[in-house]
Structures are given as C-alpha cells and as structure tokens.
C-alpha cells in the first residue's frame, strides 16, 4: 500500500482524536491512505464510542475525550507511542474488508516492527480483540472504525514504558481483578536491552513500523494540505472532541459501564 505520512506529532488528546476523523474525511476525497504517530501534550483517558462517563473516578487534572472508534477506556501519558492507519477500502484488497481482516493486516506489520526492535527471545503475536501480545500478555491496544465501507480507521497505542498503574486506578474505576491484571502488563522497555530513554525507544519503534507499513516507500504530506487538515481538526475539536455534550454523552441504554481499562480484555490468538 502507499502511504501518505502526515507526521509524528504531540499535541492534547481532542486534537489527535480530531486529526483522525479529518484525515479520513481527506482518505475518502482523495482516495489515498495516510498514517501518523503522536504523543500527547498531558495525561488523558480516552473513552470509546461506547463506554459510559462513569467508568471516570476522577477527571481533574487529565484531559478527557471520547473517540469514535470501538474498544475500551484508554489511559494515555508520555509512556506510550500512539498511531493511526487511515487506508481506503476499494473491495480490490483482501485485507480490508473486516475488522478483524484489517487487524490482522496492520497487526501483523506492528509485530514485525516491534520484532525488530527488542530482544529476540520474547514471543510477540497479533492477538484476539485488536491486540498485540508479549508473552501472552497485550503490549499494544487498537479502537477501529469503518465507515459506510468507504475507509477504515485502525488507531492504537503501544506501551514503551511501563503503564502508571497507579494513575489508571486514580483515574479509572476499575474492578479488584483488573487491578491485579494491570501491574503485570508488559512495555516494550522491558525487552530492549542497551536503550532506557522513552524517547529514543519511540523514536526508533515509530521508523520501524514507517518502514513495515509503506516498505521504505512513502510520501510526506505538503505543509500546506497538513494546515488544511490542522483547520478541519479544530472545527471538530470546537464541534465534538473537546464539546462536553460529547465527551459527558450520558444515554445509559447505549452506554456501557463494566469499569474495564481497555487492554485488560485482550486474549490471545489461539
């Protein structure tokens, strides 16, 4: 697949959600696919389409947002690196047709990207319900949106650093056995024996899954198409991302609340 790449970036999470739903407005137009990485700018939970406020404890202090994808709560901080695929479905490519297609797609190349980084003796594999798996345990979690059949949105996070178990349970009602379940996630760092500085890791993990996803071939986006998309995505932020009826969507009959922080319900690939 060609890619266009729009640029690694740090900006709050209302933006990044933001910047998704623009760049597949722009997939849709063109027809082209795109692919971005990010940080953000503090501490966020982001809810799924489908979770209820009240899976929140505590909102002072974080950013909060509600994506429109599926999944679960996310708790995101500088300890992840944060990405997004925004590809065309043309009913030409196999591997774009269900959600469970495109995983194992783009899932797959995440493997080999991460594969390539760390030490060789762990066992990494693309696992059931959008993960990536360390040892039989998620490292990375993926939301998912396809829309009207016209593109598809796979956007994850990867854990380079251990996640701050203490900030999820601050942050996140979470059920007792979930907490056990949350302090023996596995991060990157932990198989990578020569680097400990967070940056250079997600660095270095960003340009190896660059180069799994486009094989060494893609385009950068203009400076002036990049404004263009920065413009849409803060009409959306003012419209939805960062609009509190959004994010506070309190419709209890559509809404789930199982207090579930979103890569605790990952299993592995059989």
């Given at each position: 697949?060609?890619?266009?790449?729009?640029?690694?970036?740090?900006?709050?999470?209302?933006?990044?959600?933001?910047?998704?739903?623009?760049?597949?407005?722009?997939?849709?137009?063109?027809?082209?696919?795109?692919?971005?990485?990010?940080?953000?700018?503090?501490?966020?939970?982001?809810?799924?389409?489908?979770?209820?406020?009240?899976?929140?404890?505590?909102?002072?202090?974080?950013?909060?947002?509600?994506?429109?994808?599926?999944?679960?709560?996310?708790?995101?901080?500088?300890?992840?690196?944060?990405?997004?695929?925004?590809?065309?479905?043309?009913?030409?490519?196999?591997?774009?047709?269900?959600?469970?297609?495109?995983?194992?797609?783009?899932?797959?190349?995440?493997?080999?990207?991460?594969?390539?980084?760390?030490?060789?003796?762990?066992?990494?594999?693309?696992?059931?319900?959008?993960?990536i798996n360390i040892n039989g345990m998620p490292v990375a979690g993926h939301?998912?949106?396809?829309?009207?059949?016209?593109?598809?949105?796979?956007?994850?996070?990867?854990?380079?650093?251990?996640?701050?178990?203490?900030?999820?349970?601050?942050?996140?009602?979470?059920?007792?056995?979930?907490?056990?379940?949350?302090?023996?996630?596995?991060?990157?760092?932990?198989?990578?024996?020569?680097?400990?500085?967070?940056?250079?890791?997600?660095?270095?993990?960003?340009?190896?899954?660059?180069?799994?996803?486009?094989?060494?071939?893609?385009?950068?986006?203009?400076?002036?198409?990049?404004?263009?998309?920065?413009?849409?995505?803060?009409?959306?932020?003012?419209?939805?991302?960062?609009?509190?009826?959004?994010?506070?969507?309190?419709?209890?009959?559509?809404?789930?609340?199982?207090?579930?922080?979103?890569?605790?319900?990952?299993?592995?690939?059989?």
């Amino acid at each position: 697949m060609d890619f266009t790449f729009f640029g690694y970036d740090t900006f709050d999470a209302a933006t990044n959600m933001a910047i998704d739903e623009a760049l597949i407005g722009e997939c849709e137009r063109s027809g082209r696919h795109f692919i971005r990485f990010y940080n953000f700018k503090k501490p966020a939970i982001i809810l799924s389409i489908s979770d209820h406020y009240d899976n929140i404890k505590k909102d002072k202090g974080i950013d909060v947002t509600r994506r429109k994808s599926s999944g679960k709560p996310i708790y995101v901080d500088e300890n992840i690196l944060a990405y997004s695929i925004i590809a065309k479905i043309d009913g030409v490519n196999p591997h774009l047709e269900t959600l469970e297609s495109i995983h194992q797609y783009f899932g797959s190349m995440t493997v080999d990207a991460i594969m390539s980084i760390v030490d060789k003796s762990c066992k990494i594999e693309v696992g059931e319900v959008f993960s990536i798996n360390i040892n039989g345990m998620p490292v990375a979690g993926h939301g998912q949106k396809l829309t009207l059949g016209h593109s598809a949105m796979y956007h994850g996070v990867i854990a380079v650093k251990p996640w701050n178990t203490a900030a999820i349970r601050e942050f996140l009602n979470l059920k007792r056995e979930y907490e056990e379940e949350l302090d023996r996630l596995p991060s990157v760092s932990m198989f990578i024996n020569d680097k400990d500085n967070k940056e250079d890791i997600k660095k270095e993990l960003a340009s190896a899954m660059l180069r799994k996803f486009t094989s060494g071939s893609f385009m950068r986006m203009g400076a002036q198409e990049r404004e263009n998309v920065l413009k849409d995505a803060d009409i959306l932020v003012k419209r939805t991302y960062g609009n509190s009826t959004w994010i506070k969507n309190s419709d209890v009959s559509k809404l789930k609340t199982d207090f579930r922080f979103c890569l605790l319900h990952e299993k592995t690939v059989e």
